[in-house]
């Protein structure tokens, strides 16, 4: 079921609420989320819609935000034609939900702007909006949504493990280094990192505050999310922010061998 512009504040509830509250006293008059629609997926993590059941999406230039339990919350845009694209919904600035104009996601609160590919294109945002995999039939009219497709070139998740095998990833060879990516069959951005002590850590990229992903910061040599500015160390462990009331990142158990890295997602 779709709810109206007029049903922003209702429809923020459970979605980045807090920041998108007090971001509201800035709000430009003329942009809104995009209109929240709740769906279903299958047991592999699609969802498939009909367009032509969703007015807002369905005329170019349109969007909606869609909600499934269990998944980030994304924006779904239709620029033109046959074209859709699905980001993640929420602003990366503060977490406010996004809005659709004029082949852009643009953020009510503070007006940070992004590209159909995610980049940003106007701050204050700096990080991107992640892109979700998503293919359109032209004969059926559906769009299915892949919420767990991995990234090319990152390795999937087979028998509840990852393997990252040391002659692709040779960062994790070294004391300090990492890998960043999302894995086929998992569908959300991990990290893994090689510390100092000649062990491993692997954690998921998502904010336990408000499911913001956090990012890595070279220069602290810590997970920070720029939605409320929770902090964690690279073990997962929150430290400072409005996530220490939610706890820490996911953690996954980490092996090694002479050839590579095991990470265990179940
Ligand atoms: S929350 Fe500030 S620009 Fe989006
Ligand atoms: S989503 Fe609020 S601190 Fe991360």
């Known amino acids: 079921m779709s709810t109206n512009r007029r049903g922003f504040l209702k429809g923020l509830a459970g979605a980045g609420a ?4 007090t971001g509201m006293a800035g709000c430009a008059p003329d942009i809104s989320p995009a209109p929240f629609v ?4 299958d047991a592999s993590r ?3 819609l009909t367009v032509s059941r969703y007015p807002d999406l369905s005329r170019p230039g349109g969007a909606i935000t869609l909600r499934v339990q269990g998944e ?3 924006l779904v845009a239709h620029p033109q034609g046959t074209q859709y694209v699905v980001l993640t919904s929420l602003c990366t600035h503060s977490g406010c939900p996004l809005g659709f104009e004029k082949n852009e996601a643009i953020c009510p609160c503070h007006l940070s702007r992004f590209a159909l590919d995610g980049t940003v ?6 990080q991107p909006l992640r892109q979700f995999s998503s293919s359109f039939d032209s004969e059926s009219g559906e769009l299915t949504i892949d919420f767990g497709a991995g990234e090319e070139g990152f390795p999937s998740v087979v028998d509840g493990k990852i393997f990252f095998p040391f002659a692709q990833f040779p960062d994790l060879q070294t004391p300090g280094g990492k890998v960043e990516g999302t894995p086929g069959g998992y569908g959300t ?6 510390l100092e002590d000649g062990t491993y850590a692997a954690v998921d990229s998502i904010c336990t505050h408000q499911q913001c992903p956090v990012q890595f910061r070279e220069t602290e040599d810590d997970l920070f999310c720029f939605c409320h500015n929770s902090r964690f160390t690279k073990t997962g462990e929150v430290r400072e ?3 220490l009331v939610t706890g820490d990142l996911k953690k996954f158990s ?3 061998d002479t050839t590579g890295v095991t990470v265990a997602i179940v």
């Open 18 to 21: 807090g920041a998108a509250a």
């Open 38 to 41: 709740n769906a279903e997926k």
């Open 46 to 48: 699609r969802v498939v």
């Open 72 to 74: 980030q919350q994304v």
């Open 121 to 126: 294109t106007h701050p204050p945002a700096r």
């Open 189 to 194: 951005a991990i990290f893994v990192f090689s």
């Open 241 to 243: 922010g409005p996530a």
């Open 254 to 256: 980490v092996t090694s």
